[in-house]
């Protein structure tokens, strides 16, 4: 299994790791990741790895079986040694930017509160899909509501439930196409401002900026009609 040192501080940019092995692709296996893995929307991360004897970039991130993590290169090459130590380095401004759209989605189902079917996080812009059958009246006052919520410079945390904790109260699953992950007996739970400042509180996996602040503007984007009931709404960072 591989510890997702991610997780625990996404601020993280360089750490040792050891090589657990190779996937049949070419992926390299490692005891320890700061590359979060692909998932809930989230792209994985990239950068570079330093060995004694070779270095190669990173294209992302993937899972692997067993509840590892494999580290894609992004050339055809030669692969760190089962066993070898190694220096893993991330791209952190790819990272950061992530962190700032994935934190700002999470504000965007808070000024459209509605049902999400679907989302997807990039370096520049991320976009959520609603359960939305009419558009919105006014847009620019939604892009307003969600920048003045981003200027409050709350706290982003996490708190941790249980399986059943989850299962006893779905009203904090925001997302309809995906349920969190569950069967390790623990769900993380992402919060965004304390006490009666908390203004959003849902599973996540992913990583996020510390105070919404550190998001900065962001614009509001296309609203596409994407089915009978669904309105995909984009978002971009300002910067």
């Known amino acids: 299994m591989t510890e997702p040192l991610f997780r625990t501080d996404p601020y993280l940019r360089e750490a040792e790791a050891r090589v657990l092995g190779h996937t049949p692709e070419g992926g390299i296996l490692v005891d320890r990741s700061i590359f979060y893995a692909t998932g809930g929307g989230q792209p994985g991360d990239s950068g570079f790895l330093d060995w004694e004897g070779g270095r190669i ?7 692997a079986d067993g509840g590892r993590i494999a580290l894609v290169p992004a050339e055809a090459g030669p692969l760190p040694p089962e066993g070898a130590s190694l220096r893993q380095s991330l791209d952190w401004e ?9 934190t700002a989605l999470h504000l965007l189902s808070v000024v459209i509160p509605l049902p999400v079917t679907g989302g997807q996080i990039g370096a520049e812009r991320g976009r959520l899909d609603f359960d939305m059958p ?12 969600l920048n003045a919520l981003i ?6 945390t996490e708190d941790w439930i249980t399986d059943e904790e989850l299962l006893a109260d779905p009203s904090i699953v925001k997302t309809m196409s995906v349920m969190p992950p569950t069967g390790q007996g623990r769900v993380r739970l992402v919060r965004i401002g304390q006490g ?3 203004v959003d509180l849902q599973p996540c996996g992913g990583t996020h900026v510390a105070r919404t602040g550190e998001i900065g503007r962001v614009l509001l984007g296309k609203i596409e009609k994407k089915g009978r009931q669904n309105r995909r709404v984009t978002i971009a960072l300002a910067d």
């Open 196 to 198: 009666a400042e908390q």
């Open 151 to 156: 200027a409050r410079d709350l706290a982003v």
């Open 134 to 145: 009419e558009p919105p009246a006014d847009p620019a006052a939604l892009e307003a509501e």
């Open 94 to 102: 790819r990272r950061h930017r992530h962190m700032r759209v994935h």
């Open 57 to 63: 970039d990173v294209a992302t991130a993937v899972k």
